[in-house]
């Protein structure tokens, strides 16, 4: 059996799939880091100052528009909130925080006129996150730890970044097609019954096919994720492994808008979401194996297989990530390209995003088990049982 997976492992090394798989991996983390490093970027001081400066310009002009109609003294309580938030980036911009405890004082202050203005405009979004953000700066005050900056950029707080960026439709594509190839691929090639004609049970080398793709890709993605894991801290910074992060809010239809659940937010140590982070991802590398298996098994040609994989994985990426339907919020938590993005699922943004779902990932680990299992399975049995050498 662990000759036939040495075997097949060493066919996809040697072929030109695994080379146009590998620079396509590193692509989509150089795109992934990049991406992480812009967003950081947008949020320097300056930057934000000069956002709420055009915000205010446009409040004043509302103002003193002639017609307007609306309350002239909650525009003026968004300018006095806005002009504050400027004094403390102003402070940050000129290096005038003297000590970590003067910085943290002052997003405290902004965070809490932001919670009050939230607070009296019923806004439970924006007041959880002010609430989550209070408990961040709040944990820094008696830990010898550092808060990071909003515009700073660390490896054990932000590898959780990358690998979510690039797991939202780029991954799972990828995944399709590196294994979309395993069983129709030898029709392509003609090889199917010389395959067959070995005295190795097909059950054997279907198992042997399954076990070195996944094998390979689990193995290449951690080791370009360490690669980025590795040029992250040493270019920025890699900070401490117990550094806290955000996860957990929740959020449900109130009044058929959807809100956060008041409270739910909650800290957990970086390395603590890397690491569910890596056992979600391997389960969701099996899984879409087991899916591309299956197709690969169905259709006997590669291009069918690779193409009808890719496209449903991208429309279905879209409609979850990008364009979620809500009357079908009950359902994505059935599909297992929920579950891509472990960051999204663990900070709760992906359960704002379908309205309020459920998914979680206690639910994403036995989703995608009984997803492996069905698709392993239904290939099994095909495989199997049916007369290929006729």
């Known amino acids: 059996m662990w000759a036939l997976v040495e075997n097949e492992v060493l066919k996809f090394l040697r072929g030109k799939k695994f080379l146009i798989f590998l620079l396509s991996l590193i692509l989509v983390f150089v795109y992934g880091g990049f991406s992480v490093y812009h967003e950081a970027n947008e949020k320097r001081p300056e930057n934000l100052m000069d956002s709420n400066n055009k915000t205010i310009a446009v409040l004043n002009e509302s103002i003193r528009y002639d017609n307007f109609q609306g309350d002239k003294n909650e525009l003026l309580k968004n300018i006095e909130n806005l002009e504050r938030q400027n004094e403390v980036y102003q402070k940050e911009i000129s290096n005038m925080f003297k000590d970590k405890e003067e910085y943290i004082k002052g997003k405290i202050a902004i965070l809490e006129n932001q919670k009050k203005y939230a607070e009296a405009e019923k806004n439970t979004i924006l007041e959880e996150e002010a609430t989550g953000k209070l408990q961040y700066y709040n944990y820094f005050s008696s830990s010898d730890l550092t808060p990071k900056r909003d515009y700073e950029v660390s490896a054990f707080e932000d590898i959780s970044k990358v690998i979510s960026k690039v797991s939202i ?45 996944i094998l390979i890709i689990i193995t290449t993605l951690t080791l370009i994720e360490l690669i980025t894991f590795l040029v992250l801290g040493f270019s920025t910074n890699f900070r401490s492994y117990n550094s806290p992060m955000l996860i957990g809010t929740k959020y449900a239809m109130v009044n058929e808008e959807v809100g956060a659940v ?47 994989g890719t496209i449903t994985v991208a429309i279905i990426s879209l409609l979850i990530f990008f364009m979620p339907f809500p009357f079908m919020k009950e359902i994505y938590p059935l599909i297992f390209i929920s579950y891509s993005s472990t960051l999204e699922i663990l900070t709760g943004a992906l359960n704002r995003n379908l309205g309020g779902s459920n998914i979680s990932i206690s639910l994403g680990l036995i989703v995608l088990a009984i997803w492996a299992v069905s698709c392993f399975t239904a290939s099994y049995k095909i495989f199997t049982k049916e007369d290929v050498l006729t």
Do not use: H
């Open 169 to 213: 439709i780029l991954i799972p594509i990828l995944i399709v097609f590196a294994a979309s190839d395993l069983v129709s691929g030898e029709y392509d090639a003609s090889t199917i019954k010389m395959l067959l004609a070995k005295p190795v049970s097909r059950g054997k080398i279907i198992c042997s096919k399954f076990i070195s793709s």
């Open 262 to 308: 008041l409270g739910s937010t909650y800290l957990i140590e970086a390395w603590k979401v890397i690491g569910i982070t890596f056992i979600v991802q391997i389960a969701f590398i099996i899984c879409s194996v087991a899916f591309a298996l299956l197709l690969s098994t169905i259709f006997k040609t590669t291009v069918t297989s690779l193409g009808i």
